[in-house]
């Protein structure tokens, strides 16, 4: 049969991944790191890769999403964003942003960029889920999709984890471990 191609098989983990722990509840996207998938570069002024999460964007703040940026979505179509606690204790997707226009490179504290959508955490709710768990570890990961995804504002986690899964060509993480 030959080996898979760089993006078949990386869609393959990606794919896998994302419908086994939908199915089983957990929701979290890209739990591995699935071979032959393009780096994006993530980044907020607010914290650094491994250090806490700034208190104000925790469930007991109020200042909503932290402020992001990234580089090397270049070829995708739109951008995805999912934020998920993947802690032992409590794996849960806290929030899903997609059909981010390809050429946006920022997201805004507390906002959403305009024409993106977004979808069911694991409470079902729609929007931005503020972590609580003070001693989470919470990933900011951003996929490059290579269509705009097909589903409306809303969507059940799920079925917006496997299409996002469909369409990675690239993704990036930033993580914060613990919240100030």
């Not at 507390?110 to 001693?135: H, I, L």
């Not at 504002?153 to 919240?179: F, K, M, S, V, Y």
Request: glycine share 12%.
């Amino acid at each position: 049969m030959g080996s898979p191609t760089k993006s078949t098989g990386a869609r393959c983990a990606v794919v896998i991944t994302a419908v086994a722990l939908a199915a089983s509840g957990c929701g979290i996207l890209g739990g591995g790191s699935p071979r032959n998938l393009d780096v994006i570069s993530v980044s907020s002024p607010r914290f650094r890769d491994g250090a806490p999460l700034p208190h104000g964007y925790s469930c007991d703040g109020g200042l909503g999403n932290p402020p992001l940026r990234w580089s090397g979505t270049s070829g995708a179509k739109s951008v995805a964003i999912v934020v998920d606690d993947s802690s032992a204790r409590s794996s849960a997707v806290n929030w899903v942003v997609f059909n981010i226009d390809p050429n946006t490179t920022e997201l805004a504290e507390n906002g959403v960029p305009r024409g993106a959508r977004q979808g069911q955490a694991s409470n079902g709710k729609v929007g931005y889920t503020p972590p609580c768990q003070t001693d989470g570890s919470y990933r900011f990961t951003v996929y490059a999709l290579d269509a705009k995804l097909d589903l409306k504002q809303g969507a059940p986690l799920a079925e917006t984890l496997e299409h996002i899964a469909d369409h990675t060509i690239a993704r990036g993480r930033l993580t914060a471990d613990d919240i100030e």
